[in-house]
């Protein structure tokens, strides 16, 4: 059986294989490298609580869809 060409998948294509092929590590060092080169994430340090996420404005606008996810107390 030969073996598929990890580059040439897309990421959503990757991940698939990565996932019903759980103990293929080369198709998830594979996988990780083309997250990583995507970089398309928010990184934020630790929150103490919710309220800490109105200082993350990138990070709500990512996941909101458009909605307002926290409502400002003004």
């Known amino acids: 059986m030969s073996q598929p060409n990890f580059q040439a998948m897309s990421t959503k294509e990757l991940r698939a294989y ?4 759980r103990d ?3 198709a998830f060092y594979t996988y990780v490298d083309k997250l990583k ?3 398309n994430w928010v990184e934020i340090p630790p929150s103490g609580s919710v309220d800490d996420l109105k200082n993350y404005p990138e990070f709500l606008q990512r996941f909101s869809n458009g909605k307002k996810l926290l ?3 003004e």
Do not use: F, K, M, Y
Request: without cysteine.
């Open 18 to 21: 990565v996932l019903s092929h």
């Open 24 to 26: 293929d590590q080369e």
């Open 37 to 39: 080169a995507e970089a």
């Open 71 to 73: 409502e400002s107390e």
